[in-house]
């Protein structure tokens, strides 16, 4: 080989060389030069379980009522019902800028069990949205892009069509689903930590929520017809072991989300509110030792002791918090579950959508049912006995019949779903009955609201109003979502 063809081949070897280390020099080691499928959607069902349990049930412990304040600080805002703009700017860029991001991302995907399971998380997350905020974005939402027009400033959906359009989302799911269930080709696996890849219970989930978003409109938009066919033709959540549910292991960066908040501020200090306690008493319901502990100081030792919503300042400053009742272990613990639905939640529904429609199913097992798993799952003992005092296979009246599931879905969404517990009393009480309202929920002393007046609604972020001039005209708590009434 003669001297001008060694150099060449030294000059192209040399030039590769410099190429291939450049190239290395400028990948970082830490993130992946495109995302994938897996990844993706394991991180957004970690911001998920966060949203779920830190951002909406931990904030909506008060307002629904199974807890109230506690001593040694002064009375917060939330049991005066007073609501600041800034309360929820976390929640509105959790789901926004992190979970819809992500989910809009492998909803997109060519993996038809991959968009199947985005879709029904992304109908999941907008419901949610929906239920506090009202009106909030949803076709210019996840626009950012310069493919999707670079919309910075999204307009506000109404939320009735919101709705309807998550029924749509939730279908088109269904169909991926099946259709990966049919090719059996789908990969999905640890990377989905609610079913390890378990195609079938996604469907079961997807029913679920779409028979959720149907039955929540129930009061002033009849769905009878659509109900009625799901309920014939769909596979639901029955069984514990249908239960989409997000784990944590308590290990370093693996705690429960409200754990984490609350621990990482003063602790878990709200008592058990005497409102739900009540109620619990007149039922000689089980769970409350279940839900709640009992005070080990004080007169009312080895006993379950509340305080009225909204009067700490009429305890005794000084007072132990081992006087009260507080959250039991079932309800709060570095290693509990996030839960997203429950099957008492949905026999619930399905109770309901009988007694409203007359649907295939048999209402009072629908009821039972219900009480039954929450039992199971509680450990409570002698569901028979608790069932049949409530007598539910004799309301005869559409009235007293919700008023009895309105009632025992409320307690059963205790220590698991506590916002689902807030916006579901929120339907429940109704104008032919206020259950809640009127009823169940006590009135906080210092409230600065009207008597008898109770949250409907949250406030709109203040960062979002500020960055967006296409932001929706703030709002009061005590405005209705367009399903309320």
Not at 273 to 293: E, M
Request: glycine share 6%; net charge negative; aromatic share 12%.
């Amino acid at each position: 080989m003669n001297k001008l063809v060694k150099i060449l081949l030294a000059s192209l070897l040399l030039t590769f060389s410099c190429e291939e280390r450049l190239e290395d020099l400028n990948t970082d080691p830490n993130n992946f030069p495109t995302a994938s499928d897996n990844l993706v959607l394991t991180a957004s069902i970690g911001y998920l379980g966060y949203i779920v349990d830190a951002d909406l049930n931990f904030d909506s412990l008060l307002w629904a009522q199974y807890y109230t304040w506690g001593t040694g600080v002064s009375i917060g805002d939330e049991e005066r019902f007073v609501a600041q703009p800034d309360n929820h700017d976390g929640y509105w860029q959790r789901a926004y800028a992190n979970a819809l991001t992500d989910l809009n991302f492998v909803s997109n995907s060519e993996a038809p069990a991959y968009s199947g399971i985005a879709k029904i998380l992304e109908a999941y997350t907008y419901q949610g949205l929906v239920d506090h905020f009202g009106d909030v974005p949803y076709t210019e939402a996840i626009s950012g892009e310069i493919v999707d027009g670079s919309i910075l400033q999204p307009n506000y959906d109404d939320a009735s069509e919101i709705y309807a359009s998550l029924i749509t989302k939730v279908n088109d799911a269904l169909l991926d689903l099946n259709l990966a269930i049919e090719e059996g080709t789908s990969t999905v696996a640890t990377d989905d930590f609610i079913y390890n890849g378990d195609l079938s219970k996604w469907v079961k989930f997807g029913n679920s929520l779409k028979l959720r978003l149907l039955m929540r409109t129930s009061e002033v938009s009849s769905q009878g017809d659509a109900v009625q066919e799901l309920i014939n033709t769909g596979s639901f959540i029955e069984t514990i072991d249908d239960m989409p549910f997000i784990p944590y292991t308590g290990t370093t960066g693996d705690n429960n989300p409200m754990f984490s908040l609350a621990e990482f501020g003063v602790g878990m200090f709200y008592y058990a509110s005497n409102a739900t306690l009540n109620v619990l008493a007149d039922l000689t319901d089980p769970r409350a030792t279940i839900f709640y502990t009992t005070a080990t100081t004080g007169s009312l030792a080895g006993s379950l002791n509340g305080i009225d919503q909204g009067s700490i300042d009429n305890e005794e400053f000084t007072a132990a918090a081992s006087d009260y009742s507080m959250a039991s272990e079932y309800a709060y613990t570095n290693v509990n579950d996030v839960i997203l639905m429950s099957p008492w939640e949905i026999w619930f529904l399905r109770a309901e959508a009988d007694a409203r429609y007359g649907t295939s199913d048999d209402g009072v097992t629908a009821f039972e049912t219900a009480i039954t798993t929450n039992f199971l799952h509680t450990g409570a003992a002698d569901a028979t006995t608790y069932i049949a005092n409530l007598a539910y296979s004799n309301a005869l009246s559409l009235d007293d019949k919700l008023d009895a599931i309105g009632t025992q879905k409320w307690i059963s969404l205790n220590g698991t779903q506590e916002d689902e517990g807030w916006i579901e009393a929120r339907r429940f009480d109704r104008p032919a009955s206020r259950l809640f309202t009127d009823g169940i929920w006590q009135t906080p002393p210092l409230s600065v609201l009207a008597p008898g007046e109770f949250p409907s609604a949250w406030l709109y972020p203040a960062t979002e109003r500020s960055l967006n001039s296409n932001a929706a005209p703030q709002r009061t708590i005590t405005d209705n979502i367009f399903w309320d009434n």
